[in-house]
């Protein structure tokens, strides 16, 4: 069973309550990105300033930082 440490539980529920308060959805890049690092593929992520490239690497990673599983 996967211990998730309570700070990143409680970032990720904020990250949550802010996309559904303000109505933002995510990029198709971000998608993809999420998808890929969930299926344990490495990702180089491409794309303009201001597009969202930090958050679509940051956010699918919360859950593996607050179970230790990089390394």
């Known amino acids: ?3 998730i440490h309570s700070s990143v539980e409680r970032l990720m529920g904020l990250f ?3 996309r559904a308060v303000t109505h ?3 990029y198709s890049h971000q998608v993809d990105t ?3 690092l ?3 593929q490495s990702v180089i992520l491409r794309a303009p300033t201001g597009s ?3 958050e679509g690497v940051f956010v699918p ?3 593996m930082l607050g179970i230790g599983e990089f390394s």
């Open 1 to 3: 069973m996967a211990y």
């Open 16 to 18: 949550d309550h802010y």
């Open 24 to 26: 933002i959805k995510p």
């Open 34 to 36: 999420y998808k890929a």
């Open 38 to 40: 969930k299926a344990g």
């Open 52 to 54: 969202g490239k930090s």
């Open 61 to 63: 990673s919360l859950p």
